[in-house]
């Protein structure tokens, strides 16, 4: 629907290319096509200018630069238990969302046990979280306990569901 994708042929000329333009947006889309046609041609020729019959050219644009997922910022994290009993020592967990951030994605974290035992080593975690339209971090904290044992490493491991509004990719 524009003329400013005119190409001209000299004479002898069998083929030029179409240089297509694409405009990145921060919005992620499955899939996006158009379509290319070549009409109106034009010649100063006697013999004119024709079109053939292959005239129109789909073009399938894929871009999975902008897909929205939801992860930790990192794999591991540690945290000394508190000395005291009674005492509470927090782990801050970051969660961020990366690419398209239009739409509001719902994930749930939870803890499971490791070595460390929810309750003894530290308390459970079951929450949702609400990433709004723009929003790119929340942190999840999880509170690590004094269990008066003297122990080596303990790990427990925190998991995202599936978001609930299926827009982002959990990861």
């Given at each position: ?49 024709s079109v053939g019959a ?114 982002a990719e959990t990861q």
């Open positions: 629907n524009t003329d400013a994708s005119i190409i001209s042929f000299s004479s002898g000329e069998l083929e030029k290319p179409c240089v297509l333009s694409l405009v990145d947006d921060t919005l992620y889309e499955d899939g996006e096509e158009l379509r290319l046609v070549l009409g109106n041609p034009k010649s100063d020729s006697q013999f004119g200018a292959l005239n129109e050219a789909l073009v399938k644009i894929k871009d999975t630069a902008d897909k929205p997922i939801i992860r930790f910022s990192e794999t591991k994290f540690s945290i000394s238990e508190p000395k005291e009993a009674g005492a509470v020592a927090t782990v801050r967990v970051p969660v961020v969302r990366v690419g398209d951030t239009s739409k509001v994605s719902v994930v749930r974290v939870h803890t499971k046990d490791g070595s460390a035992l929810s309750g003894e080593d530290y308390y459970p975690v079951s929450q949702e979280i609400e990433f709004k339209e723009g929003e790119r971090l929340h942190i999840v904290e999880v509170e690590v306990l004094c269990d008066g044992v003297r122990e080596t490493r303990e790990a427990f491991t925190l998991h995202l569901k599936p978001d609930e509004n299926l827009v």
